[in-house]
């Protein structure tokens, strides 16, 4: 009877031992998962909140259309600009209208007459 007594014993550590291997695997495997995800979250945090991440190149594409905005707004500018150099040089009628309307000037027998504003003390200037 004892060595029976030893046998089940016996069988019962091996069942024993063996949900224990089983616990392990299974700790082991959680503990991989855990790993995993957190290193997934600790890569997705960097590539989201990091200086050179997502939410800076969002910013940096903002940037990017204003300036582009701010190109085509100076390039019809520099467009009007050139059409109105062009025709300085080229219109003789123009050129005096704007030197008479910029310098005050007049021809011969002309009266210039000037309308000043007045602010709100009544003073013009």
Do not use: C, P
């Amino acid at each position: 009877m004892g060595l029976r007594r030893f046998s089940k014993e016996l069988k019962y550590s091996k069942t024993s031992a063996g949900v224990d291997l089983k616990r392990r695997g299974s700790g082991n495997r959680r503990l991989f998962y855990v790993i995993l995800v957190s290193v997934f979250v600790i890569v997705a945090a960097i590539l989201v909140f990091n200086r050179h991440g997502f939410i800076a190149l969002a910013g940096l594409m903002g940037d990017v259309d204003r300036i582009s905005l701010s190109i085509d707004s100076l390039q019809a500018d520099i467009d009007s600009l050139e059409s109105e150099i062009q025709r300085l040089r080229s219109d003789s009628l123009y050129l005096e209208r704007m030197v008479r309307e910029i310098l005050g000037w007049g021809r011969e027998g002309e009266h210039i007459v000037r309308f000043t504003e007045l602010d709100s003390m009544g003073v013009s200037f």
